[in-house]
């Protein structure tokens, strides 16, 4: 789902190197999809995002896509981990997934320094252009951790925004919330990861969100509005 005019309301510099956003400013009834690292590639899960044209934003690690190391165990027992590596997230391009920069290695930037960080983000932009053919805009730092440094080497990588979310998606398709009151609320960015059983999980989150009223909306193109990017 696309922004109407006048739909979205510009969001304001604050004077920092990027932008750092966690929701949309819209009062429409519309949240967005976005999903992290790359470790369980659920060939269930391209089917439906491309046959069922859902819009959704995955941020990538290196790590997880080649499945170098082991995913956390807390998701269980995985069936598909880097069973399809790159070729796997391009297959989710091809289905119109924007396929944007989460690291190499998925390190809490807090404890590095410039460089280093520059090195994790600029590292990643230039391998998944290599794989995807397109450069990322959008940077999501692992558990949400980042400082000046990140926002002055993400800029240096070509990253045009941060992004972060309002709520996480749990095993079974769960919603948790990041607000008291633990509902959806208009513009929210709610994360997932690639874990085991994600192409249940997926169609279970879709159904509830649809259930109560909310549409999917194509992240890229609220982005373009809330920031008054040029098309």
Known sequence: MLPRPGE???????????????????????VFLTIDDGWEQDPGFVRQVREQRIPITAFVTRDAVEALGAPDPAGGEGKYVGRGKWGYVRQLREAGVPIENHTLTH?????????????????????????????????????????????????????????????TVQPGGKIAYQVPDKRLRPGDILLLH????????????????????????????????ALRRAK
């Open 8 to 30: 979205v309301k510009e969001i304001p510099s604050d004077g920092s190197v990027l932008p750092v956003i966690s929701s949309i400013p819209t009062r429409r009834k519309v």
């Open 107 to 167: 390190p809490n930037l807090r404890t590095l320094g410039y460089t280093a960080q520059k090195a994790e983000i600029c590292g990643s932009s230039k391998l998944i252009r290599k794989h995807i053919g397109a450069r990322p805009t959008l940077f999501r730092p692992p558990f949400g951790n980042y400082g000046a440094d990140t926002l002055r080497a993400a800029k240096a990588c070509g990253i045009e925004a941060l992004l972060l979310w309002t709520a």
């Open 194 to 225: 690639f874990r085991p059983n994600l192409a249940r999980d997926f169609a279970i989150l879709v159904a509830k969100i649809r259930r109560r009223g909310y549409e999917l909306g194509n992240l890229d193109a609220y982005l373009k509005a």
